[in-house]
């Protein structure tokens, strides 16, 4: 078989320029559009995974800044319960204060009314029983009052014990000043001199002596020297009334007060005829 070298040639030729071609036109723009294809997807999967990441750090600061908003919330809500408290212990605090700064002022007021309707209702009993007893006094044994007080209180200087004796007459001895004579009512000049003859018996010394009227005082008689004193009046028959009252207008601020505690009356000793003290 003989080979026609001019035709393979040919197909050669045909051949290469059929590769050439097919390079050219073919393989290289598939090439082109592959690479750009990958390009393509490559920048694609790079924006997912930049957006992926954006996301993901949004997602951290959301979550980030809700925890902040949740510890925030928190420490509100904490710090109003807190101030609430506060306020509400403030305002139950200033309740109680003027709670008890309404009752105190009652309660003084009461007290206060005690003290007036007392002292009146006192004053009151003073003038009946003087009266009273100046009646009686003047219808049974023709002697006034005064002069009974006056007969009572010399009687009660000469009876003085041996120690209170003693000091008195050392009182009236180192007094500069004349001793007092104090009474509720105007002594006559008989009295006066009684109590003066009374006074020099009793102290075995002459007392320079000085008489005052007291308007203020009860029915009585009242020997003042140096600090020393001697009296005598029915002051003490009054006690007991006083007491008595007390008692009635304490009962009646515990009903119309509540108080934390009730106020105890104050018991004063069984009234005596007389008082006498030794010093003063």
């Not at 990958?38 to 750090?57: F, M, S, V």
């Not at 925890?67 to 925030?72: E, I, L, P, S, Y």
């Not at 003047?138 to 009572?152: K, Y």
Request: glycine content about 2%; proline content about 4%.
């Amino acid at each position: 078989m003989l080979i026609d070298w001019f035709t393979v040639g040919a197909q050669i030729v045909n051949f290469l320029i059929l590769v050439w071609l097919l390079q050219h036109f073919l393989y290289r723009p598939i090439l082109n559009a592959i690479d750009a294809r990958e390009k393509r997807i490559a920048a694609e999967i790079a924006d997912a995974d930049a957006k992926k990441a954006d996301a993901d750090t949004e997602r951290t600061d959301f979550e980030k800044k809700n925890q902040a908003f949740d510890q925030q919330r928190t420490a509100l809500l904490s710090k109003a319960t807190d101030e609430a408290k506060a306020e509400r212990d403030r305002l139950i605090d200033q309740a109680k204060k003027d709670t008890e700064t309404l009752r105190s002022s009652e309660t003084d007021a009461l007290h206060a009314d005690q003290s007036r309707i007392g002292s009146e209702i006192t004053r009151l009993a003073e003038r009946e029983v003087f009266a009273i007893a100046r009646k009686t006094l003047t219808d049974l044994a023709a002697i006034s009052l005064e002069e009974r007080v006056v007969e009572v209180f010399t009687r009660r200087l000469r009876e003085l014990d041996p120690k209170a004796r003693e000091s008195i007459s050392d009182a009236v001895r180192n007094s500069p000043q004349p001793a007092l004579i104090r009474s509720a009512f105007d002594l006559p000049d008989s009295q006066k001199a009684a109590i003066q003859i009374a006074l020099n018996e009793t102290f075995s010394t002459v007392v320079p002596i000085q008489f005052e009227d007291s308007l203020d005082g009860i029915c009585g008689i009242e020997f003042i020297a140096n600090g020393q004193k001697v009296a005598w009046s029915i002051s003490s028959y009054l006690t007991d009334l006083s007491n008595k009252i007390s008692d009635l207008v304490d009962a009646q601020s515990a009903q119309t007060v509540t108080a934390s505690s009730k106020p105890e009356s104050a018991k004063a000793p069984e009234p005596e005829p007389a008082n006498l003290v030794g010093a003063k």
